[in-house]
Structures are given as C-alpha cells and as structure tokens.
C-alpha cells in the first residue's frame, strides 16, 4: 500500500499551511486600498507563472501555497475593492470570509442531514432568516444553490413540475415528450440566465412568448393581459426584480393577478433587486412580489459573501422537492422533520455555503442588512448626481437601486472608450453594455466597502476619461 503523500506530522503541516495562508490573505486584504482594480499582466505570463508541468512527486503544501499566491495574484481581479463598479459583485464583509474559511476546514455536505446536521439546520434557520428579511412566504421552501442561475433552473423547474402535474402529467417520469405544451412568457428584458435556465429545462429559449418592455426594462403589463387572453393550458410567466442595466422592477402585483387568473405559475428573477424587500425606503418596489410562486436571489451579490452563493425560494413546497429530490436506494433519509439540503437545489453534494450566509446576517443584525443596501443605493444616486452636471455626460436611466447608465456625448465610441480608459487608469473599474441599442457605461454599487470618497473619485475619473475622447 502506498503511504499517503501528507506529512506523518499532519497537525504541525495544517498548522503552517494555514498560518501561511492566513500571511497571504491578509497581504492582499491590505494591498487593496492600494492596488490597481485590474490586472497588469497578461494572459500569456499568467500561463507561464500557473502553467509548470504537473510534477511527479507531491510538493510540500507550504511551497504550494507560497507558488499559487505568486503565480496567481497578478491575476486577480479587485472585485472585493470598494473602487470595483463593474457587472453586479458584491464585497466580501468580514465575517462571511471566516465563515467561509471554517465550512472549507469542516469540509462539510449538506446533501444530507446525517451528513452534517450543522450545515442541515444553519440550512433550515438562515432560510428562515432569509423569508423574513425579504418578505417572501413563511411556510416557502428554501434551496442553496452556487448562484442566480441554478436558482432560475430551481425556481422553474418547480414551476414546470407544478404546471405539468395540474394537467395530469409527471415531467419528472416522461420527460417532455408527448407532454402537454407549456407556454413560456418572459419580458424582453429577462437576464440571459433566464434563457439558458430554459434550455436546461427543455422549455427551450426561443419557444417563449415576449412581452415588450417600457424605457427602463419593466415588462409591460397590458401587453401581458393581452398575450395571455389566448393561453389555455400549462403557463409559466417569468418576472424579475433588478434590471440588470437599470435596477427596474416588474410591476408584480399586476403580473401576479393575471398570471395567477390563468392559473400560471410566477417566478422572480431577484438576482439582487429582492434584497430591496429588506428596506423600507426601497420596499415600495418591490410590492406585490410576495405573490409569485419563486424567486432567486444572490447571497454573493448584495449580500457580500463569497462566491458562490445564492438561494432559490419557491411557495410550494411539494412542488419544489417533486421537481429536484434526489432517489436512490443507498441514500440515507431521515423523518421530513430534518432537512436533506439535496432536496430542495439541483445539486447533489456541495459546500456548506450556507455557513457565510449565517455569518454575514448575524453580524450585519437587520439594521446592517438595510443600511448596507440603503448606503450602496445613496452612492449610486450621487454617481448620478455627480455626473449630470457635466454637459456632456447623460444618465440615462432612472436611478432607483443601486445601477447607474452613463453615456458620453450620445457616443457610442466615446463612451466605450471612456470605460475602456478607466479600467486602463486602475483606480476605479466598470464596464460598458449596450441600452436600447447604444453604448452605455453601466455602474453597479453593491459592495459594503464602498465610500463616498471612492463615488468622487471615480467621478472623477470617468468626467478625465470622457474628455480625453473630445
Ligand atoms: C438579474 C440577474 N439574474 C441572474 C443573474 C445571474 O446570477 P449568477 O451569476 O449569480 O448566477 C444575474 C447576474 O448578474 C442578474 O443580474
């Protein structure tokens, strides 16, 4: 028999092995006040640096580590700076990252609760946590998933479960084929992983009915009661809460009761608009959203805990396990009473992530919660601010959450080159997308360590930017 690789001093190696991992991360934790947003390397040197051949004999741990941090740093992207206005990313707060570190040392599975009743019953209190925070049913059904997507695949096929078996039909059993169509309706300005949440499904990306939607990205209702006074049958409308250009909301209370007059099953793309049902001052948007029958929402995003982390909702229960329990005979089960996590999310084993959710809501308090997303939202309104005044800069959306759209000179070149220049400058970072067919620079406030003193700066370099493309 082989002896295993590890030191026979396992204790002492570990020790040092996280020692010096714990050396490492707090170096980059303090290099980022400092340190460009981007990378200044390329994808060539990183190869090199990474790309050693694989060795036949083991390493020892520490070298492993040292090597990774080295090779691998001038690659990382800022994300976690308060100077990272790019896509939607959240922060990392303090106490999820130790979380995090923790559900890695225990290196637990919540598939099933015999598995680890820790990570069964954080599962089953940081749910309700959650339910509450966001407003959404009490007795709903909660599953962990890596991100918004695999929450949309959840949310939906619940739904398709739930629509299919009205009619007589079990999706789980016979498939699609031969099954009674479901009519598919998803606003023209649904998240690409909506599309692709379909595809899996075998609903199919192209085979929806698309409801316009007005200036900001709401989908229209009118247009909705109107595609659905012929629907007769199985019907799944998708909403969403937080454009993910203007941070728009569907109106839910309107799609909800004519969804639901059709006997059609809702679901909420809420990847992080839903954390707007935590605030008071920001609920307002989200009104009538508890009426759906799912929604997904991000926990690495507006939350700010690590990737990957997310959770899909859903207000029936049986529905949600039909559609994603997994049935073996070796698997081990206990009474309903005690939580199988593979129950409720289309993945099997998977990490503990529940564990940073915990930790994230028990140091943030509700209090922390609303002012981390109320203060994010503030800067985006000053981003906002801050930037019309300069004539030749447009916002084109209405600033409601946290998303700001900025053109330059109703040019799509010089606005394109104006992001380009700030990713280039190092200290601020966003991206550019396209709105109603122009180029647009899209900036996302949602990490808890952002200042106002970041939100000028980055004004600032945007409005040098901008006129360096005169
Ligand atoms: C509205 C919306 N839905 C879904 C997603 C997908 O989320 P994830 O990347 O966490 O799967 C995003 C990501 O930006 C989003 O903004």
């Known amino acids: 028999m082989n002896d295993s690789p590890v030191d026979p001093d396992a204790a002492t190696e570990i020790a040092d092995v996280l020692r010096l991992s714990q050396e490492l991360a707090l170096r980059y934790i303090d290099s980022l006040d400092k340190r460009d947003i981007g990378v200044a390397t390329d994808h060539q040197t990183l190869h090199a640096a990474l790309g050693k051949p694989l060795s036949d004999e083991p390493l020892p741990p520490q070298q492993v580590i040292e090597e990774l941090f080295e090779a691998a740093d001038p690659g990382v992207v ?7 206005f790019g896509f939607v990313e959240g922060g990392v707060l303090p106490a999820a990252l130790g979380a995090d570190w923790l559900a890695s040392t225990w290196d637990q599975n919540p598939a099933f609760y ?9 599962e089953e209190v940081v749910s309700q946590w959650l339910l509450d925070l966001l407003r959404l049913p009490a007795e709903a059904s909660v599953g962990f998933t890596t991100g918004a997507q695999l ?5 939906l096929a619940a739904g398709r ?8 039909w079990d999706v789980e059993a016979d498939g699609l084929q031969g099954a009674p169509p479901v009519t598919v309706v998803v606003g023209e300005e649904r998240h690409a992983t909506i599309g692709r949440a379909l595809r899996f499904l075998g609903l199919g990306e192209r085979n929806v009915t698309v409801i316009p939607a007005d200036a900001q990205g709401r989908l229209d209702p009118s247009a909705l009661a109107s595609a659905l006074r012929d629907v007769d049958g199985p019907l799944i409308v998708c909403a969403q809460a937080g454009n993910v250009n203007t941070g728009a909301f569907d ?5 909800a009761e004519l969804c639901h007059e059709s006997d059609g099953w809702m679901h909420v793309d809420g990847a992080f608009g839903l954390w707007a049902a935590a605030s008071p001052r920001l609920r307002h948007l989200t009104s009538g959203v508890e009426l759906a029958d799912s ?11 690590p990737y990957d982390s997310a959770i899909v909702a859903c207000a029936h229960p049986d529905s949600h396990r039909s559609a994603l329990a997994l049935h073996a005979p070796y698997l081990i089960r206990h009474t309903d009473a005690l939580r199988d996590g593979s129950d409720w999310t289309p993945e099997s084993s998977r990490r503990a992530r529940v564990f940073a959710i915990w930790a994230a809501l028990r140091s943030l308090g509700r209090k922390g919660v609303v002012s981390m997303i109320e203060t994010c939202c503030e800067h985006a309104e000053s981003f906002a601010a801050q930037l019309a005044t300069h004539p030749e800069i447009d916002i084109l959306n209405d600033v409601v959450l946290n998303q700001v759209l900025v053109r330059m000179g109703d040019d799509d070149e010089r606005t394109r080159q104006t992001a380009r220049r700030v990713q280039e ?10 709105w109603h067919g122009k180029a647009a620079i899209r900036i996302s406030v949602s990490d808890h360590a952002t200042t106002a003193a970041d939100v000028t700066e980055a ?3 945007i409005i040098s930017a901008a006129e360096q493309q005169l």
């Not at 800022?78 to 990272?84: D, I, K, L, V």
């Not at 929450?151 to 949310?155: D, E, S």
């Not at 997904?296 to 805990?305: C, E, G, I, M, T």
């Open 114 to 122: 015999v598995l680890s009743p820790a990570a069964a019953t954080a």
């Open 251 to 255: 109106p839910f209370q309107e799609i």
């Open 459 to 461: 004004v600032r370099t």
């Open 78 to 84: 800022a994300t976690s700076a308060g100077r990272f």
């Open 151 to 155: 929450a949309n695949v959840a949310g």
């Open 161 to 168: 479960h739930h629509v299919l078996k009205a009619v007589g």
């Open 295 to 305: 929604w997904a929402v991000d926990a690495h995003k507006w939350l700010n805990v």
């Open 425 to 434: 400058q190092g200290r601020s970072w966003l991206a550019d997308t396209v």
